[in-house]
């Protein structure tokens, strides 16, 4: 395929380099007058860190990122004018393994899209004149030679020897006569495709809390939060000493965690040069808040000051923020903040730190809510479905269950055979409209409207001559309380029940999606295809007021999906609240259930039930990780046990948001902010105090502007504060008063609320204003 790139991808002389560097010596041309411009394209097969004149020339890391290699390699693009002289320069780029030769999944396999790294940089310059001189990999001479990093793999970490780092190696100058020529690897050049979203970047620096000895006498270091990205050390000490690293989420025992990491090593591993040394593992990064430090040489207190920690991740506006007057909700909501923040690493992965880290579909599609209010997710989201388009192009309607799917070349003979599974296939339609509802994009439905049809058709396909989706292995309500440990998706609620309760949003979103799009034939075709499916769920599954299974989450779907008539809405929502208190108002829901739950018994009455649900603290809960000093939210409601040991199974993760759906409900129902129109355009306050909450805030960037909810009650007045962005309407819907619409502005009104309250004042400062 014929391109616009000069460029060729070049690769080290020494294709086995674990973290080869290239560098190329240039002049400019003389006689055009100033430069006006100085671009530079980027793009490797595995990561790349580009250097011009010894400058690292932006903060951005693992470019270009994860995406499906085999269809699509994403470029960066940057203009460095400024940073090039009328003298010899240089250019330099350093490689890393990556995603794409470095370890993948839990079977111990790498290099699953090619063995070998390799560069590709195009710098364009263009002169007052209007000339325009050119600098590629592939053209002129570009030398390959190492450098500090020997190993290094997103799972296992890196290896830096500072003794062999080649000063100024991409510096004009530098003595490169042992270097050896490159060599041009055959990459077709259409993959190349401009970054949609945006880059990974270091986001927040922690100081170390705490540093103790273990009962086995290792040196350990608590960052006091959950994070993902690596630690920074500034060093002076002994040539050749070596300083190990090693990362856990948590201590089991009194040590270092490590057993949930499976066989992700996470350690990384510094050789000193003799001078100060400041070691930073860009090539790698870690899910952690606890750090095992071998062969520290100073005391404690120099340990303190030499360590930073560093979280990573994708460069998201920060958007929505909640607060109340219950500190440990707070918590919870700044749980699942770093649980996004975390997993929002170029792909929405499962979890950053044992040996998976995969964009799971199903995790994303039950959290996409709480994910575009809580963050600009837009663009990162628009990127990541590209590579869910490419992917089930090339697998025959399939959304795969991961995105980048690296399981299509590994066997899983612990799983049985999955091909299309309710809400994680469903992704391929939750996930555009969700985006379409926050941000009003006709262009997101538009790229992902093939992806959608060809996931309804083949969803459609699955389907019995009774249209329900009653065959084929599903996940269903994955790990949920009630299932066993060895068998997550044997939970309580039926999971065809719960399949076909999917299809059937699937197909009405999609219904929606043609009808914005103005394609009417699919409306109706959808349209009528959801019709039969929803009479098929309650012809079938509806007996005697009861759904079967009689489980929280066959109810909360069929509540939330709209599969009920009104009157039907009233007994499921009594009978799930029944089942609640019958529960002791633990949580008994696992992914598809826990989004929902919550909203279906609000929606339906039942707001005590849904604060009893949200307040309880003995497991199974939302606060019982808080109450155990979670700093992000866990992958099984029992990630620890009570006397504070690890759960034995071997997939149990301390950072995975999808159970943090729940901040949904606290923006909607504590804060009071439902959208109701497209792209907030407009929003209903409604707040619904209870749990003994007496004050809350929340807030949301729009695109019009910020919109802020507070409220607070003081004896039995509750007063409320509104602020309404311009080009935005809202409705006020506050318990004893009459429904009324504000205008642009801001707002204050005060109702009786029947019963003593407590006092409380407006709150403070919101509690995660430090994220």
Sequence with gaps: MTTHFKARFVAAANAQDPAPLLRHEFGLASGHGRISAARLIVSALGIVEPHLNGIRIASDLLTPGWTSYEW????????????????????????GNGWHRGRLTWTGGSAFYGDELAGFAELCVTFADGYRQTVATGSGTWLSGRGATGANDLYDGQ?????????????????????????????????LEPYIGPPVQALVELPVQEIWRSPSGETLVDFGQNLVGWVRVRVSGTV????????????????????????????????????????????????????????????TDQLRSALTAVAIGSTMQRTGYFSCSDERLNRLHENVVWSMRGNFVDVPTDCPQRDERLGWTGDLAAFMPTASFLFDVKDFLRDWLQDLNVEQAHQGGLIPLVVPDVLKYIDQPNLPPVDTAAIWSDAAVWVPWGLWEAYGD????????????????????????????????????WLAPDAPPEKPWAAKADASVIATACAFRTLELLTRASGQLGYAGDQARYGEAAARVRKAFRHAYIVDRHIISDASTVYALAICFGLLDQSERAWAGDRLAEITREDGYRISTGFAGTPFAIHALSDTGHIDEAFAMLTRTEHPSWLYPVTMGATTIWERWDSMRPDGTVNPDGMTSFNHYAFGAVADWMHRVIGGLRREGVGWSEFRVAPRPGGGISSARTSLTT?????????????????????????????????????????????????????????SGFPGPRADSTT
Excluded at 72 to 95: F, K
Excluded at 742 to 757: Q, V
């Design 703 to 759: 695109l019009t502007g910020e919109i802020v909810i507070e409220w607070a009650i003081t004896g039995s007045i509750m007063r409320t504060k509104v602020i309404v962005p311009v080009g935005t309407k809202a409705v006020l819907d506050i318990e004893g008063m009459p429904v009324e619409h504000l205008g642009p502005g801001a707002h204050t009104r005060e109702s009786e609320r029947p019963g003593p309250s407590p006092s």
């Design 442 to 477: 006709d262009r997101v439905l538009h790229e992902a409207y093939p992806a959608m049809t060809a996931h309804a058709d083949r969803l459609l396909s699955k389907l019995s001559s009774s249209y329900l989706w009653d065959t084929g292995f599903q996940f269903g309500d």
């Design 159 to 191: 290896t830096i020897d500072a003794r062999a780092s080649p000063h100024g190696w991409a510096t004009p100058g530098f003595d490169a006569d042992d270097w050896a020529d490159s060599r041009i690897v055959e990459v077709d050049l259409g993959k």
């Design 72 to 95: 699509r390699i994403r470029y960066a693009e940057y203009e460095v004018a400024s940073l090039l002289t009328t003298g010899p320069n240089a250019l330099g780029l350093a490689l």
């Design 240 to 299: 050749g000493h070596q300083l190990t690293m090693k990362h856990a989420e948590v201590l089991d025992g009194g040590e270092l965690g490590t057993r949930p990491l499976r066989t992700a090593q996470a350690t990384d591993r510094y050789v000193l040069s003799g001078r100060e040394d400041v070691f930073e593992p860009t090539f790698t990064f870690h899910g952690f808040r606890y750090v095992q430090v071998e062969g520290w040489e100073g005391s």
